[in-house]
């Protein structure tokens, strides 16, 4: 009788088997599931292989249904079978099986292996839980499971990304200690954190480390460290980086020469970025789209509009041309030469294939309201939304601030609630634009209102909005509502400038009237 069970089982797991090989796995659930209530005796390796199988096709509800029917008949997944579920687990985010089966795994005495803690721990710091990640390194250094280099990688790139550069540095020292040699990956994780938050010179002093051990760093690194110094506008220790990383044979790549170009073009050093320019091409590095963008900026920044517009005619024959370009140039010939040529190049982009964006009318929008030609600014709205284009919060704020220093504050106000109706919400640019209309037009309860809302709801207000209200109220001879709105201000630790504390001041020994 025994024998005849042993077979019965083995003819169901071979037919299981053929099943999920054949890609039927309908099959191979309606197999198993006659298997576990047969009369033949099922093991806890029946429910390992085929809960593997259901996870490896991620098929998660059932093998959380069979992981939960395997519990309550006295059996367990051995370690390598929780390790890849969990892996498997953090695709869809569920926290929750996760931490259960972590739970049962706590009971049974078994511990993940170092990929499941990798994946589930990168998991957690792409979620932004970093807290928990660090909770989850020291867990599995508890239960006996060391990191490896990609744990400390993950860590240590997990805490740059947040801005927790001390633990990152910390971390990073442990790591080398515990005889680890960073790897590209740690090196850039961590070299790339600190340079974004200000510590170039930290960043370096770890990367000199690095080079007394004969270690190789990737050009992304040095780039990281040249692009650090030049943000501190530390040229000479940039360009010190730059020499020794082709000393050691990292030979500098477009990024590298990008970094440098964009240095000196917003440093006005138009003539370096040329050179610059004419090298990369002798070096066989083609200057690319963000080359040029970057010298047209320069050029329109200095204002050699000329020189721009010949630019536009090498980036043109070389096609790459894109709508960043002509954003760049028109917004420098409105403020420069006048709408007139700005609108000449704005047709010019239909010429060359060019299709405008957003930004491209608010440039013109803005620029044609400012002169005063609200007709021409309105043509235009037009004809952004004949090509699909929706207004963004920056054009309906353009808009709402011209009404308002036009004194058309009721038009203002129409605006304000047709962006809402749309869906684009205010900030708190927008709020300022409008109280402060509302305040120039003598509507006060209507600027207060807006002021209440912006408390309630946000945006919260900001320094700029309680100069307006308070200045305001002032004004309009409010100044009991001007102190409650003051010290609104210093809860948030703003203070008033100079010229408005003193008419506050002033107005603390005058009789309200309101």
Not at 43 to 71: P, S, W
């Amino acid at each position: 009788m025994k024998s005849n069970l042993a077979k019965h089982r083995s003819a169901y797991r071979a037919l299981i088997s053929r099943y999920i090989k054949a890609g039927l796995i309908d099959q191979a659930i309606k197999t198993f599931d006659e298997m576990i209530n047969s009369n033949c005796r099922v093991f806890g390796v029946d429910y390992n292989r085929f809960i593997g199988v259901l996870v490896q096709q991620c098929h998660f509800d059932l093998a959380e249904h069979y992981y939960k029917t395997m519990m309550a008949r006295g059996f367990s997944l051995i370690s390598f079978t929780y390790s890849r579920f969990i892996s498997a687990l953090c695709k869809v985010k569920n926290f929750g099986l996760i931490e259960r089966l972590l739970e049962d795994m706590e009971q049974l005495g078994s511990v993940p292996d170092i990929w499941a803690y990798n994946i589930y721990m990168n998991f957690l710091c792409q979620e932004n839980q970093i807290d928990s990640a660090l909770e989850l390194f020291q867990t599995m250094i508890q239960k006996g499971r060391k990191p490896d280099i990609v744990t400390y990688t993950i860590i240590i790139s997990g805490l740059s990304k947040i801005g927790c550069l001390d633990a990152a540095v910390e971390k990073w020292h442990d790591m080398i200690k515990n005889g680890f040699h960073p790897d590209d990956k740690a090196c850039r994780a961590l070299i790339v954190g600190l340079c974004d938050g200000g510590k170039v010179d930290l960043a370096y002093e770890l990367i000199v480390g690095l080079m007394k051990t004969g270690a190789k760093l990737s050009v992304s690194i040095y780039n990281a460290l040249i692009h650090g110094f030049y943000e501190l506008d530390q040229f000479e220790k940039g360009q010190t980086i730059k020499s020794y990383m082709k000393k050691t044979g990292c030979v500098p790549d477009l990024v590298t020469y990008n970094i440098e170009l964009n240095y000196y073009c917003e440093q006005l050093r138009l003539k370096d970025a040329e050179r610059l320019m004419k090298e990369m091409e002798r070096r066989g590095v083609k200057p690319d789209q963000y080359s040029y963008n970057q010298f047209l900026k320069g050029l329109c920044k200095a204002n050699q509009l000329d020189r721009a517009y010949a630019v536009l005619d090498v980036m043109s024959a070389e096609r790459l041309l894109d709508v960043i370009s002509y954003n760049t140039v028109i917004k420098r010939l409105c403020n420069i030469w006048g709408t007139k040529h700005a609108y000449k190049l704005f047709m010019e982009m239909d010429q060359k294939g060019i299709v405008p964006n957003l930004a491209t009318f608010n440039i013109l929008i803005e620029a044609y309201l400012r002169e005063g030609n609200s007709d021409m600014a309105e043509k235009l709205f037009d004809l952004m939304g004949g090509m699909g284009l929706s207004p963004d919060c920056v054009l309906y704020t353009t808009i709402i601030d011209h009404y308002c220093k036009t004194g058309k504050v009721g038009a203002a106000s129409d605006v304000f609630n047709k962006m809402i109706e749309h869906g684009i919400t205010p900030d708190v640019i927008s709020y300022n634009a409008l109280i402060d209309g509302l305040f120039k037009a003598s509507k006060v309860q209507e600027a207060m209102c807006l002021y209440e809302n912006m408390r309630k709801r946000g945006p919260y207000p900001d320094e700029v909005t309680f100069k307006l209200i308070i200045g305001g109220l002032i004004k309009e001879n409010k100044s009991s509502l001007a102190f409650r709105v003051w010290d609104h201000m210093m809860e948030k630790g703003f203070t008033l400038d100079g010229a408005v504390y003193w008419r506050l001041f002033n107005a603390y020994n005058s009789k309200d009237k309101s």
